[in-house]
């Protein structure tokens, strides 16, 4: 079986995902972490089909199970993939093509089932363990989950990556109920992504500058939370330069937000660098 390397950003959301979940990749486009979930080593080289679960395979069936495990004892499933059920959508067809044509390459046929359409929509309720949306933008993963409620359980990993709106992806999450359980980074190309894992939960914000740099920095490698607050600040820098040309009084506020938050930032920077 040929097997798909990833790179680091997807690398990192695959490690976080446990062994023997549900799992669905939203917005997949080409589908290399579905492909590299199901092509992690089984074990003892035996295979995942796309057969229906049988009725005493589990204890809680559920009907829209993609991928099961066959003639397998329960006691088994701790040596298998690290995905019981793999699914991977896209709102968009041509990302879907692309997707099917890389699990033919990859040898994964019936071990992913493709789905068409719009966010969290193309599932029913508890169909999933683990939801994974990377690579696209705060605003638009918040409002998936936020159309999609009621299919979500008190059991469900949110695994996001989001290119921009961190600070207003968190912000949703912990006014929706969930809790931030990590803030995780990964350097690529020269750029740092931020990687958010919630779930449902209460989560106690101690200050609001942990919007913007995550509430779990000292989870990450020292060096990297080093470099990434020193681009924070280096980005705040640069609106309050903005900000400084013009003379208008909701100016001259957003100024001095961004001036403490700058300070935060620089005390928090100065802890790390102890
Ligand atoms: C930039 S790609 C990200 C691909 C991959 N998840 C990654 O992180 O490398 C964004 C993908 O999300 C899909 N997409 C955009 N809006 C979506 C939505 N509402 N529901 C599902 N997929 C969506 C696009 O068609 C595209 O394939």
Known sequence: MKKIKLTPRLDMIAQLVPRNSRVIDIG????????????EDNGDGSSVSLTQREKDDTEEPSPCIAMSLTQREKDDTKELSPCVAIIA?????????????????????????LRLGSGLKVLEYNEVDVIIIAGMGGILI????????????????????????????REYLIQSGFEIIKDLLVKEDNRIYEIIVAKEGKHIVKDEIYYEIGFHLEMNPKLLAIEFLKKKKVSVNKIISNLVDSSSSDAENKQSEYRRKLLKIEKILLKHNQ
């Open 28 to 39: 997949t486009d080409h589908g290399y972490l579905p492909i590299f979930l199901a092509s």
């Open 89 to 113: 959508s896209d709102i968009n067809e041509k990302p879907l093509a692309i997707t099917k044509k890389n699990i033919i390459k990859y040898d994964c046929v019936n071990k992913i089932e």
């Open 142 to 169: 918040s409002e998936m989950i936020d159309e999609a409620h009621d299919i979500l359980t008190d059991q469900n990993i949110l695994i996001l990556q989001p290119m921009q709106a961190q600070k207003e992806l």
